[in-house]
């Protein structure tokens, strides 16, 4: 049988010739705005302050820092910061994840100073010689910014001190204010993120009756001093934007230990039911004879024991103590070893008495409105004035209200939680990298919005998180 | 008589081409590809098993074999809508091939076995690109497996259908947050069933119409390898190794068509496929140990598209055929989530095509695709 076999030869070609995509290229432009002289003026948020020190890789990554860079391609001219020409830090060493060995010897992965060499005092205060135009000083509030002599080093002696050594190290003489310096340069463009430690400093030093004597800047005086920042600010036809304060108390500072993060077993919870049966009796002892704590403590998560600042009877101090409500806040500083190991937060099993909580750590919920009522006044002359003035307002408060469901960029997912959650270093105040380029985006978003600019935003995952040990 | 045809396909692509309507390829034999890829209502042989089964009883030769493969070099470009940012994909150049063979049992009776790659997709991003927490590579294949059979109920009627056995694999990894050097190696294959069936109508001598369904088929990865490289101190959170599930939906295509040879020398052909990509909604990755922390969803929501196609052939003599053809080829994706495992990009296609038979027992088939991406 003869089989015909027919071959086809097939050559197929297929060149793709004019295939590049087509997608629009991205056309940066200013808008209205003018980003030749950028000053960016507020506290340590604003210096790159991160990992509780100022150090040099975090702020050369600070949201100013990130915003200069974007403000270049659309014109924007050089940003100089007070770099300290360490990685270690100024004055604070700064934190990183390590092991450590608790009291009970457990080894686990938290916050550790980092080995190194900080710069210290005299160098640390040394004025640094050159203008710059990141004016971020850590520990700024509202009045502060206005102040002239908030860079003199002899203020630096007087008690409670005048003078701040991170300005002291920038100013360029000792009567200058942060204000001054920077009406000096002129600016076209500027940003102001202050007013966070106006309601910081009294709450992470745990509220009213606070040793470091920190309490809340009034509304009048932060509106005095806010409007004669602004309206220098803009004497010289600058154009700027106004950010405004998150709801400080949603911070991982203050929400890492739980109120109810007392965990006991069975025993425990006996033990300590015990020993506050005898710490009432000893009170009603004392022509007290119906007192009672309350407390009734059970295996598993119980609230922890705290000083009760308005104990309604006149016992012993260390008597004087209640269980800490829910949605009370404990801060981050609370030492660890003396809940695990000393009773702090339950009972004090050594000197047999109770053992609250001591109330510089603590947050109760008078303390949380009064952080939240000035808050909410700061940031209604806020955005007054930003409208009044035709300022774009970064609205900080609302993406820290969404950060805390979790907001997800390129595949990250961020959120307020204490080193998981991305956005606040390990000091659990302050930002990391990565938190700056999401704030510096937002920046972004409402400068472009008020002044018509398409400046480009800035690639988040392009800046480091928090990096985790091998 | 048996036809032997021996394809080979260079496609040369500088930017995304045959991965134009999602992770899609329909490149299956040169008559067609000279068409504007159309198929359904043809009879162009062996490679019916894939176009619409239903040709296939109408087959010319005693056993047909035809056999290809592409050499696809593509790179995609990521540019972000609100930065200046731009990334470009440097992917290793991906082989999709096929085989088709059949052959007459009876008069009314055709046989025969496709093997054919429809669906895959590669893509390679550079380590520090913006994405790579999303992904830093993938590659995604199947090869599809179909006998067919096919029946002639009339002299104007045929029908066919084929059982489709497929396996598909994927193979990503994606960069972790936790240091530099973070991430996470997936990769598993599975096996899954579906068919093509079609209907080939002659209306008239002149006319053909050609029905074709090729069903959703769903590769449900179970017990895929999840390797995580990750620093010493997170892997008391996170296992090292892991085994993870996940599903990729390959979607139904139910493809309409007519023909007319308008004379002796000219052939028209218009066809419509439908693509029901509204299956790829979410890609979601389920682990088995750690779920709460690893598990994620990746939402999709990829809309059902609708290309139209028109092509035609044209005998100029006895020795030389043309083709040419157009289509449009619309991206699934949504816009509102980027998709960066697969090319998405609308796409505007021009096929050329031609024949020559210079001896008897020769045939050479050149065919040529431009494509155009629009925006």
């Known amino acids: 049988m003869k089989i015909k076999i027919l071959f086809s030869f097939v050559l197929f070609l297929a060149l793709i010739g004019a295939c590049e995509p087509k997608t629009e290229e991205f056309i940066g432009n200013k808008g209205d705005a003018d980003f030749s002289r950028y000053i960016a003026l507020g506290n340590s948020l604003t210096s790159g302050y991160a990992d509780g020190a100022l150090y040099k890789s975090a702020q050369s990554m600070s949201y100013p820092a ?43 992965l938290s916050p550790i100073d980092a080995d190194g060499n900080p710069v210290g005092y005299p160098a640390a205060i040394q ?33 409670p001190p005048t003078a701040n050594p991170y300005f002291v190290r920038m100013a360029s003489n000792t009567g200058a204010s942060v204000l001054a310096e920077a009406m000096k340069q002129n600016p076209t463009f500027f940003t102001l993120w202050i007013g966070n430690n106006d309601v910081l400093g009294y709450a992470t030093s745990g509220g009213e009756n606070n040793t470091s004597n920190e309490s809340i800047t009034p509304e009048a005086t932060f509106s005095y001093a806010y409007e004669l920042l602004i309206n220098t600010l803009t004497s010289n036809g600058a154009k700027g934007a106004l950010a405004n304060i998150p709801d400080i108390t949603a911070i991982p500072f203050f929400n890492t230990i739980p109120a109810m993060g007392l965990l006991l077993d069975e025993n425990a919870a006996n033990a300590l039911n015990d020993a506050y049966h005898q710490a009432e009796m000893l009170i009603q002892s004392m022509g007290l004879p119906n007192f009672s704590y309350g407390f009734h403590f059970k295996a598993g998560y119980n609230a922890f024991v705290i000083e009760d600042r308005n104990f309604p009877y006149p ?130 978003e409402a400068i472009n919005k008020q002044y018509h600019a398409n400046i480009p935003k800035a690639e988040i995952t392009q800046y480091p998180g928090i990096t985790y040990p091998d | 008589m048996k036809k032997i045809s021996l394809i080979v396909i260079l496609a040369i ?31 162009s042989g062996a490679s019916d098993i894939f176009y619409n089964p239903g040709s296939l009883s109408f087959l010319s030769n005693k056993f047909e074999f035809t056999a290809g493969g592409n050499l696809v070099f593509s790179s995609v470009e990521f540019r972000s809508l609100e930065s200046d940012y731009i990334a470009k994909t440097d992917n290793p150049a991906s082989t999709p091939f096929f085989f ?11 046989a025969g076995l496709g093997i054919y790659t429809p669906y895959g997709s590669k893509a390679q991003w550079p380590e520090d690109w913006s994405g790579r927490y999303l992904i830093q590579n993938i590659a995604l294949s199947s090869i599809y497996f179909q006998p067919t059979l096919s029946y002639q109920i009339t002299d104007n009627l045929s029908l066919g259908a084929g059982l489709v056995w497929v396996i598909g694999s994927v193979d990503l990894q994606k960069a972790l947050p936790y240091n530099e050097h973070s991430y996470v190696q997936l990769n598993g294959s599975a096996t899954a069933f579906g068919f093509n069936i079609g209907v080939l109508f002659k209306p008239t001598q002149t006319i053909h119409i050609g029905v074709d369904y090729r069903s959703k088929i769903e590769i449900s990865l179970e ?10 101190s997170i892997t008391s959170i996170i296992p090292t190794n892991n085994k ?13 068509g007519i023909s007319w040879q308008v004379s002796q020398r000219l052939l028209l052909s218009l066809e419509m496929n439908w693509v029901m990509w509204n299956c790829y909604d979410t890609l979601t990755f389920t682990f088995a140990q750690s779920g709460e922390l690893l598990n994620n969803k990746n939402p999709r929501l990829y809309n059902n598209t609708v290309i139209p196609r028109a092509g035609l052939e044209y005998q100029i003599q006895s020795k030389l ?55």
């Not at chain 1, 960029?409 to 991305?422: A, Q, S, V």
């Open chain 2, 244 to 256: 993870f599930s996940s599903s990729l939906p390959l979607p139904a295509n139910l493809d309409f």
């Open chain 2, 100 to 110: 088709y063979g059949a052959g007459k049992i009876s008069n009314n009776w055709a």
């Open chain 2, 13 to 43: 692509m500088n930017c995304s081409g045959l991965f134009a309507g999602g992770y899609q390829v329909r490149l299956q034999g040169a008559r067609q590809s000279g068409m504007g890829l159309t198929g359904t209502s043809l009879i």
């Open chain 2, 223 to 232: 017990d895929g390898d999840a390797e995580f490289h990750l620093p010493s």
């Open chain 1, 315 to 444: 016992v012993p101090a260390a008597l004087r103590v209640r269980q800490a409500k829910p949605n009370e806040l404990i801060l981050l500083t609370t030492p660890q070893d003396s809940i695990k190991c000393a009773g702090m937060g339950s009972f004090n099993i050594e000197k047999q008495h109770p053992y609250g909580i001591p109330q510089q750590f603590v947050l109760d919920e008078e303390e949380i409105a009064n952080i939240q009522n000035a808050v909410k006044a700061y940031n209604n002359i806020i955005h007054q004035l930003a409208t009044q003035k035709n300022l774009a307002f970064v609205d900080v408060a609302n993406l820290l209200e969404r950060a805390k469901s979790g907001i997800s960029y390129d595949g990250l997912i961020f959120d307020t939680k204490y080193i998981t959650g991305g956005v606040f270093s390990l000091d659990g105040i302050h930002l990391t990298p990565q938190g700056a380029a999401i704030v510096a985006n937002y920046f972004i």
């Open chain 1, 127 to 159: 004025p640094i010689g050159y203008t710059v135009n990141n004016l971020g000083v850590p520990g700024a509030k509202v009045t502060h910014l206005i102040f002239s002599g908030y860079g003199n080093p002899l203020g630096l002696q007087q008690d």
């Open chain 1, 66 to 108: 990130i915003l200069a860079q974007q403000f270049k391609k659309v014109g924007g001219g050089d940003f100089i910061q007070p770099i300290v020409e360490n990685e270690d830090g100024l004055f604070d060493g700064k934190l990183v994840l390590g092991y450590s060995m608790d009291c009970r010897g457990e080894s686990s």
């Open chain 2, 321 to 375: 055929k043309i083709r040419t053809g157009i289509y449009y080829d619309d991206s699934p994706a949504n816009d509102d989530y980027f998709s960066p495992e697969t090319v998405t990009l609308n796409t505007l296609g021009f096929t050329f095509g031609l024949t020559y038979h210079p001896i008897e027992n020769l045939n050479i088939d050149l065919s040529f695709v431009q494509l155009m991406g629009m925006e």
